[in-house]
């Protein structure tokens, strides 16, 4: 028997060293990544509690968060591509003007 | 210290392990690795906490499609097309003393206001059957039928949204 506790812990420090990648680093793909991180922790919690509830509807909400996760990744990734075509970098600290 | 509790730590340093890793590589290829690391054994934990849907859906998109899109605009853009700018001297420690904050505020909050109570019982082989996969069904074409169809409109909108921005122009088509 696990307390949840420990669950919602490892969640926390999950979503920690994804708010510190969003934060340090440069490169947009590894934000991205970072945010991914965000939201699987998010997700674990969830489940966690779910679990201890001994309900369905917080499995179903973790499953519509991943439908979310897909598609924001397709989008955000598509605009990546995008301004890499335009000015043949994708260091976020350049993109400053919204004229492309 | 039972064995779930041994499992879970095993586990739990695995998964942290891959996410610093994940932050800490210099290439992009191995963070993308690293953060299927990471979500395998999220998926473990799915199982481990009775849901063995939402880890199979965790594996297929997120480990699957999700990483394999990442990979591939990876190799798109050239793994380290990232030239070292420059750099704000103050932005790093600011960032971890920031981070150290938010991980020591949600610990606090978790073990002394609030704390949630129960424990996660190991699920029992019934979790893991057909039967338990067709209550999950009921509820979510039940009671959840409006998001399900939602979901399906942003999935939609989200596909014609990345094909009109990777579309070629007009004008430059030629």
Redesign the interface.
């Known amino acids: 028997?696990?307390?949840?506790?420990?669950?919602?812990?490892?969640s926390?420090?999950?979503?920690?060293?994804?708010?510190?990648?969003v934060?340090?680093?440069?490169?947009p793909?590894?934000i991205?990544?970072?945010i991914?991180?965000m939201l699987?922790a998010a997700?674990?919690a969830i489940?966690?509690?779910?679990?201890?509830?001994k309900s369905?509807?917080g499995?179903?909400f973790?499953?519509?968060v991943?439908?979310?996760?897909?598609?924001?990744?397709?989008?955000g990734?598509?605009?990546?591509?995008?301004i890499?075509k335009s000015r043949h970098?994708?260091?976020v600290?350049?993109m400053n003007n919204l004229k492309g | 210290m039972t064995i779930d509790i041994l499992l879970f730590l095993i586990l739990a340093l695995v998964s942290v392990s891959a996410a610093l890793g994940m932050l800490l590589s210099r290439n992009a290829v191995y963070s993308a690795l690293f953060l299927v690391l990471n979500f395998a054994t999220v998926a473990v934990f799915y199982i481990l906490l009775g849901a063995p849907f939402i880890a199979m859906a965790q594996i297929t998109v997120y480990a699957g499609a999700i990483m394999v899109l990442f990979l591939f605009v990876i190799m798109l853009l050239g793994a380290d097309s990232l030239a070292p700018g420059k750099v704000l001297p103050w932005q790093k420690p600011l960032a971890a003393v920031l981070a150290f904050v938010l991980v020591v505020e949600a610990a606090y909050l978790l073990a002394f206001r609030g704390a949630p109570t129960g424990a996660v019982i190991r699920p029992e082989a019934s979790v893991n059957s057909v039967e338990s996969l067709r209550e999950m069904g009921m509820v979510l074409f039940n009671q959840y039928l409006l998001p399900f169809e939602v979901t399906s409109i942003l999935l939609l909108v989200a596909m014609v949204g990345a094909i009109v921005l990777t579309k070629q122009e007009k004008g430059g088509q030629k």
């Not at chain 1, 934060?23 to 490169?27: A, Q």
């Not at chain 1, 489940?47 to 509830?53: G, L, R």
């Open positions: 028997m696990v307390p949840v506790n420990y669950y919602i812990i490892l926390a420090i999950l979503f920690t060293i994804g708010a510190l990648g934060l340090v680093r440069r490169n793909l590894i991205f990544m970072s991914e991180l699987n997700n674990l489940v966690a509690f779910s679990s201890v509830i369905y509807s499995q179903i973790a499953f519509f991943i439908a979310v996760a897909a598609a924001e990744v397709a989008v990734l598509a605009l990546i591509v995008q890499f970098s994708i260091n600290d350049e």
